[in-house]
């Protein structure tokens, strides 16, 4: 990779790109948005036809917490993805086992979850400030293009061609599944598989993203792309495709502010991608309109 | 020698929360018959469908005689499709059909097919439109098309015709006796429209009270009952 941050160095040098190409870290970051987007743009679209943009926000919750318990565990605070997937996974795994076995709506159960993660997590931080610096922490909170090194770029390759490999098989039968479990259930869906293999999917995505978007901020990628392109799409295709291209500005987009205004990348690519949000937003009020 | 049924249940036991709603219930759905259930409003009909499917938990036997690949085609009472989502008749047929995901596209071969599919429930040309603009009866159509192919070897209908209207309706039944007694489907429908039961029905189960009493319409569809349903009341005691 050093060959190719020299190349990228060169070119910006001659004028072909622009200065912050210069910097090696922009480019890992520019990588690593250019692997995030399609992965969480594609993800974020079935995370919303499946109503679980609830759940998204207490998995980034929970992986604030898993990192503070990796870290308290002696894992290094550039790679505590053991603690993350872990207290993640498990998170992710009991909110589904009790929403399966239990009366409570979904949201309320939810709630519960989120609370008792967030609360865990902070205190835990408090022990966690006290090895490392509130800096060093906020980074992985909030998102920091810094953090970002080639093994992580590399596990972001892996783990995305995987996930997205793995959607693609069980692709039909998740939106099925989501339309109404019933009717899936009758053309042969295992609805329980899809529940639980579909949230280990957002769990392992979410893991891999949380270096660029950050922990907190983390929800947003994986829901407001779906929701700007629903203002817009009117087939799953379409659906699907602006979703990727709504996660794709928004992460170059952000990658850019954030360089430019120095403000944290995860805080600037939820900003553009909000922004987007709304502009589709009165796009498709203005279709209605002109429809009428 | 008469077929063996296709579904058979025995000592069925079907609770809700802590509260038994159907006991020891007992009922079998030959090939090419068409048996319906009626019963009041919260009496375990939809739950009995959702038992048949593995969706509810219950106690006593559901069989499943098989005789050739097995298909359970559904309708559903209520699809509990989010109407914002931007899911096309095409893509939501598909979905069961083809193994490309539909994300990707659905081909023109299969559209011809889909297309043809749609005729046969009155709905052709409706491929491109999103599932949430369609009309309470134009969606249960559109269910009763996934339902329908493959040719299911038992099929369960939830108060299919409850969205249809009058010349929907004739249709729908015409539909449902050419897929009983032409190609051998048995058939489990959840209906309270009884004239539409005594068009249909080769078998009537009532549920009430907990307990069930099957047989021909015209025994177990009695002038009593009919005026109890016509009523909104209780039904007879059996």
């Known amino acids: 990779m050093t060959d190719f941050y020299a190349w990228t160095a060169a070119l910006s040098e001659r004028g072909t790109l622009p200065e912050v190409f210069r910097y090696a870290f922009?480019?890992?970051?520019?990588?690593?948005?250019?692997?995030?987007?399609?992965?969480?743009?594609?993800?974020?679209?079935?995370?919303?036809?499946?109503?679980?943009?609830?759940?998204s926000a207490a998995l980034g919750h929970a992986a604030l917490t898993g990192l503070t318990i990796g870290l308290l565990l002696g894992e290094p605070l550039n790679g505590a993805y053991g603690g993350i997937f872990g207290f993640c996974s498990l998170a992710a795994l009991a909110m589904v086992y009790i929403k399966r076995h239990s009366a409570l709506p979904s949201?309320?159960?939810?709630?519960?979850?989120?609370?008792?993660?967030?609360?865990?997590?902070?205190?835990?931080?408090?022990?966690?400030?006290?090895?490392?610096?509130?800096?060093?922490?906020?980074a992985v909170m909030f998102g920091s293009l810094l953090t970002v090194t080639d093994t992580d770029l590399l596990l972001l390759l892996v783990l995305g061609l995987t996930l997205v490999t793995v959607l693609a098989v069980i692709y039909n039968a998740l939106l099925l599944d989501s339309l109404d479990h019933t009717t899936g259930r009758a053309a042969g869906v295992r609805s329980e598989f899809i529940d639980y293999l579909f949230v280990m999917l957002l769990t392992a995505a979410i893991i891999v993203s949380i270096k660029i978007i950050g922990a907190l901020l983390i929800e947003a990628m994986v829901v407001v792309p779906a929701a700007a392109a629903r203002n817009l799409a009117r087939t799953t295709r379409s659906y699907l495709a602006l979703s990727i291209v709504a996660a794709l500005a928004a992460g170059i987009g952000g990658l850019f502010l954030s360089t430019r205004?120095?403000?944290?990348?995860?805080?600037?690519?939820?900003?553009?991608?909000?922004?987007?949000?709304?502009?589709?937003?009165?796009?498709?009020?203005?279709?209605?309109?002109i429809a009428k | 020698m008469q077929d063996p049924p296709v579904l058979e249940i025995r000592n069925l036991t079907l609770l809700r929360g802590n509260r038994v709603i159907l006991a020891a219930a007992a009922l079998e759905v030959a090939?090419?018959?068409?048996?319906?259930l009626v019963g009041p409003n919260g009496c375990g009909k939809s739950t009995l469908l959702a038992a048949v499917l593995g969706m509810a938990e219950f106690t006593g036997s559901i069989r499943l005689h098989w005789r050739a690949g097995g298909r359970i085609g559904y309708v559903p009472q209520f699809f509990g499709v989010d109407r914002t989502l931007p899911v096309t008749v095409a893509e939501f047929l598909a979905l069961t059909r083809q193994r490309r995901p539909v994300c990707f596209g659905v081909g023109r071969?299969?559209?011809?097919?889909?297309?043809?599919?749609?005729?046969?429930?009155?709905?052709e040309g409706f491929l491109r439109r999103p599932l949430g603009a369609l009309s309470g009866g134009e969606l249960q159509r559109v269910l009763l098309a996934n339902a329908i192919d493959p040719l299911p070897e038992l099929l369960l209908l939830d108060e299919p015709a409850s969205g249809l209207d009058e010349s929907a309706t004739r249709s729908f039944e015409e539909l449902l006796l050419e897929i009983s007694s032409r190609d051998g489907a048995a058939v489990l429908m959840v209906s309270h429209d009884l004239a539409q039961v005594r068009r249909l029905a080769d078998e009537v189960t009532l549920i009430h009270r907990g307990g069930v009493r099957s047989g021909p319409p015209a025994r177990?569809?009695?002038?009593?009952?009919?005026?109890?349903?016509a009523l909104g009341a209780d039904y007879p005691a059996s």
């Open chain 1, 26 to 55: 922009f480019v890992r970051g520019l990588l690593a948005v250019l692997l995030l987007a399609p992965l969480l743009g594609g993800i974020s679209h079935l995370v919303v036809a499946r109503r679980m943009s609830f759940f």
């Open chain 2, 220 to 229: 177990i569809i009695s002038g009593d009952l009919a005026e109890s349903l």
């Open chain 2, 31 to 36: 090939p090419r018959g068409i048996h319906v």
């Open chain 1, 107 to 138: 949201d309320t159960l939810i709630g519960v979850f989120l609370s008792v993660t967030l609360g865990l997590g902070i205190c835990l931080l408090v022990a966690v400030t006290k090895r490392f610096n509130i800096h060093q922490v906020e």
């Open chain 1, 261 to 289: 205004f120095l403000v944290p990348t995860g805080g600037a690519v939820v900003l553009v991608l909000s922004s987007l949000f709304f502009v589709t937003l009165v796009g498709g009020w203005m279709r209605s309109l």
């Open chain 2, 109 to 123: 071969a299969r559209r011809a097919a889909l297309d043809e599919l749609l005729a046969r429930v009155g709905m």
